[in-house]
């Protein structure tokens, strides 16, 4: 009898932390094993994974309020990936450098992502129900539209626009001589020559992660996810449940314009055109990892699904590579990014 509690507790608690992320976690915690044997730096992958995690932590956490307030997974990421891509291009138009000029990029950031995330809200209360389906194409379709744009909006600032005409802007434009590196580089913590934790992107987010926290015990957090746990009791208690879910949509497609800027000042180059297309996928699979679901999710279900996602992604290829001289790194992702939604969307709780 005790040696049957013993394996329904196991399953039990397999169940509570969730299939896809103990096999994931199995499998990450597997590669760090293999990468020791292989001439992988352990020290080196890990601070990878942590640099990783600051670059790509707000954009996942952008998802919670949107999921919160019943609006479902935010497929329409883009719309606020290209609020950030207006700041930041502007901040490097305007000549501004250093915290100051992230700075300003983040604010004219928030002003275009409060204008879209407005419009974005209001069509998807037009579209009840169907608000991934929806999203997706808004996403797709915004970042298209901007394809145009970046071609013909009168940017004069030789970094940024296409050298053998003068006009338009690049691809791909760096942000080494203006704002690279403001955050990322803030108070580093260095560890022997291999390992780095990068302090200002960590406290940023932790930042982030408060202001969600602190947002969600306030009058109109307490409504926006009463809305989306129960939207006949929101109505019932008096709830204007369309104006909660376009301030929920405004909010995460703020913090998308946020995090996009603190990933490109890491990375170093602001990328355009297509290049918000890469964002959204990842960033959903991610928060499903953590524990997420289409209408329930908290700052753990980021932090946790951030960690692992990155993880795989630091991970794989490295040590395909030395075992088999494939890089197989790209096949995994799409395949854990694609499987983790599809596995969320086939449990998509109802509501009563």
């Known amino acids: 009898m005790s040696g049957f509690n013993g394996f329904g507790g196991l399953q039990k608690g397999i169940k509570s932390f969730g299939l896809p992320r103990l096999i994931i976690a199995v499998f990450l915690i597997s590669l760090f094993f293999i990468g020791g044997f292989t001439g992988i730096s352990p020290a080196r992958s890990v601070s990878d994974v942590i640099n990783r995690f600051g670059m790509n932590g707000i954009l996942v956490l952008s998802m919670v309020p949107m999921i919160q307030s019943g609006c479902g997974l935010n497929f329409g990421l883009p719309v606020g990936i290209v609020s950030g891509l207006l700041g930041a291009v502007l901040s490097l138009e305007l000549q501004l450098t250093g915290p100051f000029g992230i700075l300003a990029a983040m604010l004219i950031a ?11 809200g209001a069509l998807l209360n037009r579209v009840k129900g169907d608000e991934m389906i929806i999203a997706t194409y808004v996403g797709y379709s915004l970042v298209y539209l901007m394809s145009l744009f970046w071609i013909i909006l009168p940017f004069k600032n030789p970094s940024s626009v296409q050298g053998f005409k003068g006009e338009g802007l690049r691809t791909t434009i760096s942000v ?26 960590l406290l940023v987010f932790a930042v982030m992660c408060l202001i969600i926290w602190l947002f969600f015990k306030t009058k109109t957090g307490t409504a926006i996810t009463a809305v989306g746990s129960n939207p006949e009791y929101a109505r019932a208690a008096g709830i204007n449940i369309n104006k909660m879910r376009i301030i929920s949509v405004m909010f995460s497609t703020v913090l998308a314009a946020i995090g996009i800027i603190i990933y490109q000042q890491s990375f ?8 918000p297309l890469a964002f959204h996928f990842p960033a959903v699979a991610a928060v499903l990892l953590g524990g997420a679901s ?13 960690i692992l996602f990155q993880g795989i992604l630091t991970m794989t290829p490295s040590v395909i590579n030395n075992l088999i001289a494939i890089d197989a790194s790209d096949v995994l992702r799409i395949i854990v990014t694609n499987g ?7 449990r998509k709780e109802r509501q009563i």
């Open 110 to 120: 928030a002003v275009f992502a409060v204008i879209l995330g407005f419009g974005y």
């Open 176 to 201: 080494g001589e203006y704002w690279g590196d403001s955050i990322s580089g803030f108070l580093n913590i260095k560890i022997g020559p291999r390992f780095t934790i990068p302090t200002g992107m």
């Open 268 to 275: 170093g180059f602001i990328q355009l055109y297509n290049a």
């Open 294 to 306: 289409v209408n329930k999710a908290n700052i753990p279900n980021v932090i946790i699904g951030t």
């Open 340 to 346: 983790l939604i599809l596995y969320a969307l086939t």
